[in-house]
């Protein structure tokens, strides 16, 4: 699986969106990026995931550049409940089961 | 999404006694779930990886004798804890995944489990 980079930390005013960036340099053309986020005390939430189209569905948007070495997670209205780490993971879909490598993820805080 | 529970959410106990932590599926069946830990301000770090009805396979460095999974059926899989001791406290949490067939691999995780160890 492809290695990624996050910032560790972000802050976003409540209301605002939030746009969480990913760097996956290093990903192959037959791999996925995925979006999970963890609430304090929480076990990992799936948010999203896309090969090289925008995604779009009712908890976010995910953009993928057009060489898919980065994207973007964005929260268009950030609320207080969406404070939280946000891990992005890049990896091979198959029709079989496979362990997700999260990294350090982003600690993504909704200020009120 | 599926939903998945834990049970118990939260357990203090004495050194060298066992916990049991059970994941369970609510909603779907499946052939393979994963077992997860994380440390405080830590990433979750796997720990092993169990199909049904047959035995885990464990990541290295984490101890098979000490970490006991049964995965007896499709919606249950249990995690015990052999002879606790402080360094074991953590957060655990399951996950069972959308595979057999789903290309995407989404995961479903349950709400963990905090285990302090006195």
């Known amino acids: 699986d492809a290695k990624t980079t996050q910032p560790p930390s972000m802050d976003c005013a409540e209301g605002r969106a939030a746009n969480l960036p990913c760097n996956h340099s290093?990903?192959?053309?037959?791999?996925?990026v995925y979006w999970y986020r963890q609430i304090h005390s929480q076990g990992p939430q799936y948010i999203i995931h896309?090969?090289?189209n925008n995604e779009t569905n009712e908890m976010a948007s995910l953009i993928i550049t057009e060489d898919r070495k980065s994207s973007t997670l964005i929260l268009p209205h950030a609320t207080l409940r969406d404070t939280a780490v946000y891990y992005c993971?890049?990896?091979?879909?198959?029709?079989?089961?496979?362990?997700?490598?999260f990294g350090s993820g982003t600690q993504l805080t909704v200020l009120p | 999404g599926a939903v998945v529970s834990q049970h118990p959410s939260r357990v203090i106990c004495k050194s060298g006694t066992s916990v049991k932590i059970e994941c369970r599926s609510l909603d779907f069946q499946a052939t393979t779930m994963f077992w997860y830990r994380q440390f405080p301000k830590q990433s979750l770090m796997l720990m092993a990886t169990?199909?049904?009805?047959?035995?885990?396979?464990?990541e290295q460095g984490v101890e098979k004798d000490k970490f006991l999974i049964n995965h007896a059926s499709l919606t249950l899989s249990t995690l015990t804890v052999t002879s606790a001791h402080p360094e074991d406290s953590s957060f655990y949490i399951c996950s069972f995944s959308a595979g057999g067939g789903s290309v995407y691999n989404e995961q479903f995780f349950g709400p963990g489990t905090r285990l302090t160890v006195l």
């Open positions: 290093t990903i192959s053309g037959n791999e996925y």
């Open positions: 169990s199909n049904e009805g047959s035995k885990a396979t464990y």
């Open positions: 896309g090969l090289k």
């Open positions: 993971i890049v990896r091979v879909a198959t029709g079989s089961a496979r362990q997700l490598t």
